[in-house]
């Protein structure tokens, strides 16, 4: 069985940055092989994709938010994290992390001053 435990949300106001980490623990031997990425969900929306890491190596963004979001792992401590700086109201949601098959419970981001 696999965990994944995200952090880092919080109230930021708009233009600030804010870190999520998620990490895994488990079952698991190495996300280095494995494909993952950060969801989001505000209210009264679908879930939706902000950015892809594949296990290729290649990164995928929302256009949304492309140049202001960096995606990230590290491999030895099993994390994956999602660098949000200029952050808008828009980007209000709660956002969970997937790698591979597994997803964590989420976490809250709220932008507003």
């Known amino acids: 069985q696999v965990q994944l435990v995200e952090s880092g949300g919080g109230l930021v106001q708009p233009g600030g940055s804010l870190r999520l980490s998620c990490e895994a623990s488990?079952?698991?031997?190495?996300?280095?092989?494995?494909?993952m990425g950060w969801y989001r969900q505000a209210p009264g929306k679908e879930r939706e994709l902000v950015a892809a890491?594949?296990?290729?190596?290649?990164?995928n963004y929302a256009d949304s938010v492309k140049g202001r979001f960096t995606i990230s792992k590290d491999n030895a401590r099993s994390t994956v994290s999602l660098q949000m700086n200029s952050l808008k109201p828009e980007d209000t949601a709660v956002y969970y992390c997937?790698?591979?098959?597994?997803w964590g419970r989420g976490t809250q981001v709220t932008v507003s001053s």
């Open positions: 890491l594949t296990s290729a190596g290649t990164t």
């Open positions: 488990g079952s698991i031997f190495s996300i280095s092989a494995m494909s």
């Open positions: 997937n790698i591979h098959r597994w």
